[in-house]
């Protein structure tokens, strides 16, 4: 955790019982994987995705709402995330997570394997304890699926010289969308909120996850290396071809040819030289506005719901987070 | 699927059924791990959880029992096993499993990691389709986290030269024998059969697990390459040392010490020396008298469950897979 969330306190205290409800969650006799594990959840992830979950909730009824429910159920949420970020950390060979090592750099992949499916035990087990008998049992275990599909389908367009928008967004759609829309609707459903706000959730989580998602696809082209505490330009050496390049490439794909046919080879410099280009053929202005019309879809919808606390609070977030610019 | 069944033609027709259950759930979009999958459900593995698992619900009430529940039931508990072997074989590094290319030699190490976590995926989605509401949840969740920290162990002992005898069945307890104990009681419990014969059921399953994973071990320095199907004397190699090495240790330290400290660095020369002590300590006997002593103990309960074709076809299962000498 860190002071993003100074601004929202009732959330910043419900974020810090989530994570300590994860560091007891995570306690094994293994201690070199209950250390690696301790130092992800408080690495300075943001936690986005139980904040939108505590938002919501903080839209339905309080009479409605169990307090240890609620934390545990964003504790899943939270548990379900990092699960999936250990597994993609050995899948992009990543030496840099958050800042910090990550798990499959510093303890090697065989030990990142099991630390992300004793992170999905953790899941299972969470639900388990908080919705057996609900239809949400269902709901998550497609949630899981369609994500990890979506990191299939990323992994699967690697290196695709002719990507298209529509290869983009039905992996953003998975890997990011579902659990951002997924913790929106459980906010709402475990929060009491009616099945209205609940439907409105749903969507306005896919547009926050999708939005969120171009975001931060846009950071590889624009960041440094410290502010984005992450290589730069990593997404592009490592094939994974984002909104910015394949808006630019839709305008000149002749100029990008001769790099991306080098796939896994391409050199700093080329690298360099393509993100240049994405710069100069407007894909990362262009995917900015494509990021800005998909967050007003959400603003709009946030609009929507009944007056409180929490929609304001769910209006200064999603601003603050989609209009960042470092 | 194999000829293994041929003498239960009931069990056969079952699992053919529960096979072709995991080849539609195993359905996606990627083609490659679709096929990958199809592939491993077909490989010849024996199945031999769901059979335990189907020969306790056959000691249950017919009348009490669903048709399709068992065998999707069935399926997941196969499905929570290949995804353990599938990322078991990226911990192991093997090229070989039943006789075929394992998908992490075949296809790397980053799908076989998505395609584990997909199997886990499917698992949860069958649970959620057959027990949600009940206390199976939990356990099922209990159990995957058992059967993880006993995989987790396993790494932890690797190359331990002072391995005990509580190291490794404190390993097998948990990576073998948690998962035959649950297909056990969930055969007794889905099939309708009484509390006693559920508690009877998990004992029989976790005593038959320790005694599978012992003869498991025992072929490592019996069998060639041609009937084990996968590289002899893999586990001393990659430091996993189980319990004929261990017993033969308990009688001369001194003599393994050398080779042992090498570690990893044991060369094929070493390890062969190492396993011809093994035997010439009588390792694998007492190992084999070790194994036959819990599959006693098995059977005796056996031997207390009403009888039944199911029951008869349970000993001679049992006789027959724990007291081969292949």
Request: net charge negative.
């Amino acid at each position: 955790m860190n002071d993003f969330w100074k601004e929202f306190p009732i959330i910043q205290q419900q974020l810090n019982e989530t994570c300590e409800l994860i560091k007891h969650q995570v306690k094994i006799r293994n201690k070199e994987i209950e250390t690696a594990l301790i130092e992800l959840t408080y690495s300075g992830g943001k936690l986005l995705r139980p904040a939108f979950f505590f938002l919501f909730a903080q839209i339905g009824d309080e009479q409605k709402q169990e307090h240890e429910q609620l934390i545990k159920i964003a504790a899943s949420i939270e548990i379900l995330h990092m699960a999936t970020l250990v597994h993609d950390d050995i899948i992009d060979d990543s030496p840099l997570r958050r800042g910090t090592t990550t798990i499959q750099a510093r303890y090697g992949k065989d030990i990142a394997v099991y630390t992300g499916d004793l992170l999905f035990t953790e899941f299972f087990e969470l639900l388990a304890d908080t919705m057996n008998g609900s239809d949400f049992l269902h709901k998550n275990a497609s949630a899981m699926k369609r994500l990890l599909l979506g990191e299939l389908d990323q992994m699967h367009t690697r290196y695709k010289k002719d990507m298209t928008i529509f290869d983009y967004l039905r992996s953003v759609n998975g890997k990011t969308a579902e659990l951002f829309s997924l913790s929106c609707l459980e906010g709402a459903h475990f929060g009491g909120a009616s099945t209205e706000v609940q439907r409105l959730a749903t969507r306005i989580g896919r547009h926050i996850g999708i939005a969120f998602q171009v975001y931060d696809d846009i950071l590889d082209y624009t960041a440094d290396v410290k502010t984005l505490k992450k290589p730069v330009l990593e997404d592009l050496a490592q094939g994974v071809y984002t909104l910015p390049l394949i808006l630019a490439m839709q305008k000149a794909p002749a100029r990008f040819s001769t790099y991306l046919e080098k796939g896994a080879d391409i050199t700093d410099a080329q690298a360099t030289e393509t993100a240049k280009m994405v710069h100069e053929l407007d894909g990362v202005n262009d995917a900015k506005a494509f990021a800005k019309r998909v967050t007003q879809k959400a603003l709009t919808d946030i609009e929507k719901l009944p007056d409180c606390l929490g929609k304001e609070q769910l209006t200064l977030l999603t601003e603050l987070l989609l209009q960042r610019s470092y």
